[in-house]
């Protein structure tokens, strides 16, 4: 309902002397989309009446916006376009490059926070490592008993193997459910923190946004999981290697 006066970086020529071009329109309505440059700085109106500000001709625009199901094909598509339509003309403009640094610091946390999660999962295979160590110290008794019974080093060290590798599976996949879990509620949990505490975690001047947005990617998942089962399937070596050198005369000699 207020009122609002646009003022057209153009003039008008008449015989009092020349005028800007400006004309008064009616608010209608405020959109949110949570991004502070769009939400701050971006006005819609009719097409019809902004024509008539600028002197346009029926049915004349100033440029075409162009929304692709992947997004990562624009600069090739818009490229494409302005070669086929004549550089002299027309020209392009893609996401990369009027938000092409945000975008490049986005790729490089992604990358950092990919490692750290890299070497949060060797931590936990370590843990792997310390606990099947311990039982093996305790079972050195068992598997001298076994080697005794005809067991072999190598059936000794799959034992062990089998173990840890399980171990690795089974927390691979509680982690993996959680995390999808959490992924898909975290922008609900993160506004009602907000909401409840009466403060803003994100602000839009600062971070463009002022929600956080979490997407699931079968690849990210595919690879966070297969490099835990692969680090637990190597720290599972080590202690089997030491249980199957176990000799059944030094570990049975104070039983």
Known sequence: ???????????????????????????????????????????????????????????????????????????????SIAQQLGEQEYYSRDWTRTHGNLYQAIRMEKAMIGLLLLLIVAVAAFNIISTLVMVVNDKRGDIAILRTLGATPGQIMAIF??????????????????????????????????????????????????????????????????AALVLSFFATLYPAWRAARTQPAEALRYE
């Open 1 to 79: 309902g207020d009122k609002l006066t646009f003022v057209a970086p153009e003039v008008s020529v008449t015989p009092a002397g020349m005028f800007p071009r400006m004309k008064r329109f009616t608010v209608v309505g405020t959109f949110h989309v949570g991004a502070g440059e769009i939400d701050g700085y971006l006005g819609l109106t009719n097409i019809a009446d902004l024509s008539r500000l600028h002197r346009w001709k029926a049915d004349q625009v100033q440029g075409l916006r162009l929304k692709f199901d992947d997004l990562f094909q624009a600069p090739r598509v818009a490229w």
């Open 161 to 226: 193997m089998v173990q840890g590798t399980v171990i690795g599976v089974i927390g691979t996949l509680i982690g993996a459910v959680v995390g999808i879990l959490a992924a898909l509620n975290v922008s609900a949990a993160i506004a009602g923190i907000e909401k409840l505490i009466g403060h803003k975690f994100l602000n839009a001047d600062v971070y463009f946004i002022d929600y956080l947005p979490s997407q699931i990617q079968a690849q990210d998942v595919y690879m966070v999981c297969g």
